[in-house]
């Protein structure tokens, strides 16, 4: 049995110690807006943040995480998606399928908080996720918009 602290709830889990976080998160505790993609931590797919870090939540092992441990998936990230991040995603309409999106916009959030005001340097060293769709110019202006130094460039938006 482990117990994760998981958007702010301490959940009980029964699982193997070296079941990835990514499964416990979906099957055990049912939230799954934190997507599977490679399995071997190179697309951020599954991101989420642990103790205010990005992660990528298919390469550790439940039995890493402490109860102590703060894991934010995309459902903690905000309430109602009012986080900027989530808002300014919307407003520079950066989905095309959406499936990476979640891991998207983790890492935005992640990167936003350490570093308010990121260049397009800056976004694309930390933003390492991959999007099959090639929306990263889109990410780009929405990580500037977040930030509150870009504009959509969007007429009506």
Do not use: F
Request: with cysteine; hydrophobic share 35%.
């Amino acid at each position: 049995m482990a117990k994760l602290n998981i958007n702010g709830t301490v959940r009980e889990v029964s699982a193997e110690a070296d079941t990835p976080l990514l499964w416990v998160i979906r099957e055990h505790v049912g939230l799954t807006g934190t997507k599977y993609g490679c399995g071997i931590a190179q697309c951020g797919a599954c991101s989420v943040h642990v103790n205010g870090e990005v992660q990528r939540s298919c390469s550790i092992p439940v039995g890493d995480v402490k109860e102590t441990d703060l894991i934010v998936t995309i459902e903690g990230l905000s309430v109602g998606a009012s986080h900027p991040v989530q808002k300014a995603w919307a407003s520079v309409d950066v989905p095309q399928c959406g499936y990476c999106q979640s891991g998207q916009i983790m890492a935005a959030a992640a990167l936003l908080k350490k570093n308010p005001k990121p260049t397009d340097k800056d976004i694309d060293e930390a933003m390492t996720n991959i999007c099959r769709c090639g929306t990263y110019q889109r990410i780009r202006e929405a990580v500037h918009v977040a930030a509150g130094v870009g504009t959509t460039g969007r007429s009506g938006g």
